[in-house]
């Protein structure tokens, strides 16, 4: 006779169970250390001699609430704590965790119902610190076993094919193939064949034809593997008379020549003095680390991982930690799915095209015209001096390469476009390309959710807006530069039937704000003809665009953000959210989302005037939007030739022509002064 002794289980987890772990902690466990429920599996096939430790694996799909095994391959229910700092990891009471989850065991077996589910005999958990920083993973498996009385011991240890014959076997192995993948059960042996029956059965069979049943991970040649040991002490606490003398058949199988062979398992009889186990007994079951001693492992994954995914957990890091305690309603899948399209590819778009990528957007698309120039790289992020070279990369194409070499998660696209202008005339040489164009920014437009309009010229941004317009879901978001002066605004959606009448309650809705246009009278017109150097560069305080960008980024999401998105209602100039009824509808989750901010770093003073639709704007008035759905490119054609054909359709020259109404209109403007030019 000799003891009992089991072989402990060691650990083996996949890459991929790192990746799902950081992206629940970070989208759905947070800042809560509660055990999380996961899944882990073992085999009964390693091959016979003993060579390797018996594993419990932990795969990719650990999380899953089922996973599929199969006849050799068996599921084990464990947990896994997170830490959520590397101090609470070491001044964990490890005995009194291994304990905890040991009592969880002994429950089971103090109320009998480990015979209906014995699956609950086998269990794990993992204590664990995630450094999502710098993908490092502290982590130390507990396989809690229960202490068996010493009084247990094996008085014979043989081959499943010395108690069984061949016929039992092959008998067996057919049973297993087609059976219920169980850890435990009763195999009752008959003449040439054996039955398989629940362990539930224990207490009404024949144990002199009865072998315990248990799927053994151990290949060695005398000792079992953990799963028999739980066992054990709940056969000598439910059971103690039947102990002495019970045969234990440890299932081992393998496959060789396409046949299962079962032969090689262990069939152990125990022995002793009937056991006394009547409360819970010591508890072990720590693993030991890579040095052989008592202690945590580290898997440090920062090199195994795919760069990429590295880049793409990295980057949302810092945003999915605003859920944890900031704002946690924020919907941060919106974001990042939200396609934007940046017209003008110079220092605001790319300015606007960082504070995306800060905020996780993964679509962007830039257009411009222009080449990267020697003036550039200083002032527009996204440019380095060997794009100046050899005549200059074209601007938008630069920049998408760019944004791609800093995240390649992001889908970026640049696109070398002249945007049809009021005032610019089309010709014959011309008209083909023109028209081009023109497709080409409609496609744009309606592929995308969020428009940029950072262009340098007035008359630049009037198609853009005109053809948003006529979608109620699009958001435009508009950013302008004077000298050391930034206007950045979000323009109103045209709805089929906009809500009107809470003007006077201090509150403009969403589809009842002025676009950039609607504050004019003038429709816009060629600006670039015949200017000076100083006029046609952008000349501006270098502080000024990297302020307007920043802004027009934020207001964009507080956008996205609000309920009603685009169609977000603005607080009337003057008049403050706190206090007043019927403004709970107002503010996003991250704040207050303002009709139009315009700052001066001349006394760095900003503000956020609200200003509603003008009936008679040249971009988005009804009369326009209508002109523009029946005529399409031939409204495009008449505005190239005549800017002042807006006028008249609109009735604006009606308008300048009442000269005491101008007056009233020149006295307002001089009151309110703010210089802007565009960018």
């Known amino acids: 006779m000799e003891a009992l002794k089991f072989v402990p289980f060691s650990s083996s987890i996949h890459p991929g169970f790192w990746t799902e772990l950081a992206k629940i902690k970070l989208e759905v466990a947070g800042l809560k250390e509660e055990p999380v429920d996961i899944i882990g599996t073992f085999t009964n096939s390693d091959p016979v001699g003993g060579a390797l430790q018996p594993r419990l694996s932990v795969e990719w799909?650990?999380?899953?609430?089922?996973?599929?095994?199969?006849?050799?391959?068996?599921?084990?229910?464990?947990?896994?704590?997170?830490?959520?700092?590397?101090?609470?990891?070491?001044?964990?009471?490890?005995?009194?965790?291994?304990?905890?989850?040991?009592?969880?065991?002994?429950?089971?077996?103090?109320?009998?119902?480990?015979?209906?589910?014995?699956?609950?005999?086998?269990?794990?958990?993992?204590?664990?610190?995630?450094?999502?920083?710098?993908?490092?993973?502290?982590?130390?498996?507990?396989?809690?076993?229960?202490?068996?009385?010493?009084?247990?011991?094996?008085?014979?240890?043989?081959?499943g094919g010395d108690v069984l014959s061949s016929d039992q076997l092959q008998s067996l192995t057919r049973a297993l193939r087609g059976g219920d993948n169980s850890v435990y059960s009763l195999v009752l042996l008959e003449e040439k064949s054996v039955k398989i029956a629940p362990l539930s059965q224990l207490g009404t069979v024949d144990l002199t034809s009865t072998l315990v049943c248990v799927s053994d991970p151990s290949s060695m040649a005398k000792h079992p593997g953990w799963t028999v040991r739980n066992l054990t002490a709940a056969l000598c606490h439910q059971f103690p008379g039947l102990v002495s003398g019970l045969r234990v058949l440890c299932l081992r199988a393998s496959v060789k020549d396409g046949q299962v062979l079962a032969g090689h398992s262990l069939v152990i009889t125990l022995g002793g003095q009937e056991p006394q186990l009547a409360s819970m007994p010591g508890v072990v079951g720590w693993e030991k680390n890579d040095k052989g001693q008592l202690g945590p492992r580290l898997a440090n994954m920062r090199s195994s991982m795919d760069p990429v995914k590295l880049a793409e957990g990295s980057v949302d890091l810092n945003l999915k930690l605003m859920k944890w305690r900031l704002v946690p309603q924020l919907d941060l899948e919106k974001v990042m799915k939200a396609k934007c399209l940046l017209l003008g590819s110079g220092t605001l778009g790319c300015g606007v095209a960082r504070g995306l990528l800060g905020w996780g957007v993964r679509h962007i698309s830039l257009v411009d015209n222009g080449k990267v120039s020697f003036s550039n790289p200083v002032r527009q992020s996204l440019f380095m001096f060997k794009d100046c070279l050899n005549?200059?990369?074209?601007?938008?194409?630069?920049?998408?390469?760019?944004?791609?070499?800093?995240?390649?998660?992001?889908?970026?696209?640049?696109?070398?476009?002249?945007?049809?202008?009021p005032g610019h005339p089309l010709s014959p040489a011309t008209e083909a390309g023109v028209k081009a164009a023109y497709d080409k920014l409609e496609e744009l437009i309606s592929e995308h959710q969020v428009i940029f309009l950072l262009m340098d010229s007035r008359e630049s941004r009037w198609l853009p807006t005109l053809?948003?317009?006529?979608?109620?879901?699009?958001?435009?978001?508009?950013?302008?530069?004077?000298?050391?002066?930034?206007?950045?605004?979000?323009?109103?959606?045209?709805?089929?039937?906009?809500?009107?009448?809470?003007?006077?309650?201090?509150l403009i809705p969403g589809g009842e704000l002025g676009c950039y246009f609607c504050n004019d009278i003038v429709a816009p017109g060629d600006s670039t003809t015949d200017r000076t150097l100083d006029q046609q560069c952008t000349v501006t305080r270098p502080g000024a665009s990297g302020t307007a960008a920043a802004l027009a980024v934020e207001l964009a999401i507080s956008c996205l953000a609000h309920p009603l998105g685009p169609a977000a209602p603005a607080v009337v100039s003057g008049k403050g959210s706190e206090g007043m009824e019927g403004m709970e509808g107002t503010e996003s989750v991250l704040g207050t989302v303002p009709?139009?901010?315009?700052?001066?770093?001349?006394?760095?003073?900003?503000?956020?005037?609200?200003?509603?639709?003008?009936?008679?704007?040249?971009?988005?008035?009804?009369?326009?939007?209508?002109?523009?759905?029946?005529?399409?490119?031939?409204?495009?054609?008449?505005?190239?030739?005549?800017?002042?054909?807006?006028?008249?359709?609109?009735?604006?020259?009606?308008?300048?022509?009442?000269?005491?109404?101008?007056?009233?209109?020149?006295?307002?403007a001089d009151d309110d002064t703010f210089s802007v030019s565009s960018d």
């Open 595 to 668: 009709h139009t901010i315009r700052g001066s770093l001349h006394n760095f003073k900003q503000f956020t005037p609200t200003g509603p639709a003008f009936s008679q704007c040249t971009a988005c008035s009804p009369k326009v939007l209508d002109l523009f759905k029946k005529e399409e490119f031939e409204l495009i054609r008449k505005v190239g030739e005549n800017p002042k054909y807006l006028e008249d359709i609109t009735g604006l020259t009606d308008l300048m022509s009442d000269t005491d109404l101008m007056a009233g209109v020149i006295d307002l």
């Open 61 to 159: 799909n650990a999380f899953e609430k089922e996973i599929e095994t199969n006849w050799n391959n068996f599921a084990v229910k464990g947990t896994v704590t997170v830490k959520n700092t590397i101090e609470a990891f070491k001044q964990q009471d490890k005995a009194a965790f291994i304990k905890l989850e040991a009592e969880k065991i002994w429950s089971k077996i103090a109320d009998g119902s480990w015979l209906d589910s014995p699956e609950e005999l086998n269990k794990f958990s993992i204590l664990m610190f995630a450094d999502l920083k710098k993908f490092m993973f502290y982590y130390w498996f507990a396989f809690p076993a229960l202490n068996i009385p010493s009084s247990v011991v094996v008085t014979s240890c043989q081959e």
């Open 391 to 421: 005549g200059g990369k074209a601007k938008a194409v630069a920049a998408a390469e760019h944004l791609r070499e800093i995240f390649p998660g992001v889908t970026a696209q640049g696109h070398e476009l002249s945007i049809p202008m």
């Open 467 to 506: 053809m948003a317009a006529k979608y109620p879901d699009k958001l435009v978001i508009n950013a302008a530069l004077g000298f050391d002066t930034f206007l950045v605004m979000r323009h109103g959606v045209r709805l089929e039937s906009a809500q009107g009448g809470q003007a006077s309650k201090g």
